[in-house]
């Protein structure tokens, strides 16, 4: 089965620093594959998108992923991190027509 | 353009009853998907609906069933609510194919006592 793996349930930096949120997936087919974000009591917000046309993948508030299809992996990273960046971050990837979705990551930022 | 919205915000039930959660989906999308996101966790795909057929089930037994209607809004029904059923329920609309982007309300929350 397709499963999404998130390293680190919890990832805190100062503001300013580099965030790095790690995912991988397994498939031996690359899959269409999205980071999400949501903050508290809210749904999520789509952050980016890998389709194939590119490998690395620019999305909004700064954020940025590459898709190494090598390492099945798919990571999230923001060279600078703001406070209003605190929250909590999922990978997810779809093969079909459902998404399946990581644990998630908890990013905290420190002043 | 309007975004997916979902009726009620917040829902306290007791074991044993029946739930009905609503969800509008974005204009022009024709499919809608219901996940489950318990306390801690990422969320689980329950259903998809397409064009008002059910098109695609998740690991949910058959107490979770639902509905599409003609405009494309959507309906989740949980009956003989269990405490484990307590989580945020998120609806998502997109078009078809594992490629579209799903949009996503900002959740029912359902506690179940």
């Known amino acids: 089965a397709q499963s999404v793996t998130q390293l680190g349930s919890h990832v805190s930096v100062s503001e300013g620093a580099l965030v790095l949120l790690r995912c991988n997936y397994s498939?031996?087919?690359?899959?269409?594959l999205f980071w999400y974000v949501q903050y508290p009591n809210q749904g999520l917000q789509l952050l980016l998108k890998y389709t194939s046309a590119a490998t690395l993948v620019k999305g909004i508030n700064g954020f940025e992923a590459e898709f190494k299809k090598s390492e099945t992996s798919f990571h999230l990273t923001k060279p600078s991190a703001h406070m209003r960046d605190a929250a909590e971050y999922f990978c997810?990837?779809?093969?079909?027509?459902?998404?399946?979705f990581g644990t998630g990551t908890r990013l905290q930022v420190f002043p | 353009e309007t975004g997916v919205t979902q009726s009620p915000t917040h829902l306290i039930k007791t074991r044993g009853q029946q739930v009905t959660l609503r969800c509008s989906s974005q204009s022009g999308h024709n499919t809608v998907s219901w996940y489950q996101q318990a306390l801690g966790q990422g969320p689980q795909f329950i259903f998809q609906y397409y064009r008002e057929e059910e098109n695609g089930r998740g690991n949910f037994p058959p107490r979770f069933s639902g509905l599409q209607f003609p405009n494309y809004s959507s309906e989740l029904n949980v009956n003989a609510l269990e405490l484990d059923d307590s989580a945020l329920y998120l609806c998502a609309s997109s078009g078809r194919g594992a490629e579209n982007i799903q949009y996503f309300g900002a959740g029912t929350r359902l506690s179940v006592l």
């Open positions: 997810a990837v779809s093969y079909t027509d459902k998404l399946i």
């Open positions: 498939s031996s087919v690359p899959p269409y």
